[in-house]
Nanobody, 125 residues
Framework: QVQLVESGGGLVQAGGSLRLSCATSGRTSDIYAMGWFRQAPGKERDFVAAIGWTVGPISYAESVKGRFTISRDVAKNTVHLQMDSLKPEDTAVYYC??????????????????WGQGTQVTVSS
């Protein structure tokens, strides 16, 4: 079993930055890839970014390329999402995700093996 706990969400003005963190515990050796999804009220939970846990490529949704950066710290069992130049349309609950196989731009929420509880990101205009 894998447990994921997100932190770092909050309220920020448009153009500002936030840094999300996801701490992992449990059977972290089962993790092949980690990523972030987000869900606005009444909408689907959509892919944002992913990274191979110990090795592998990084991928981003087109809407966040150039603004968001995903990174990992394997020694601390933690993944981060640095969000810069935030826009009101980035407002959503952000969920940390882990998978035993792979994650990428085509991943659906139903493909994810483990979820965090979510952290709210609100960007004001």
């Amino acid at each position: 079993q894998v447990q994921l706990v997100e932190s770092g969400g909050g309220l920020v003005q448009a153009g500002g930055s936030l840094r999300l963190s996801c701490a992992t515990s449990g059977r972290t050796s089962d993790i092949y890839a980690m990523g972030w999804f987000r869900q606005a009220p009444g909408k689907e939970r959509d892919f944002v970014a992913a990274i191979g846990w110990t090795v592998g490529p990084i991928s981003y949704a087109e809407s966040v390329k150039g603004r968001f950066t995903i990174s990992r710290d394997v020694a601390k069992n933690t993944v981060h999402l640095q969000m810069d130049s935030l826009k009101p349309e980035d407002t959503a609950v952000y969920y940390c995700a882990a998978d035993r196989s792979r994650l990428g731009p085509d991943s659906r929420d139903t493909d994810v093996d483990y979820w965090g509880q979510g952290t709210q990101v609100t960007v004001s205009s």
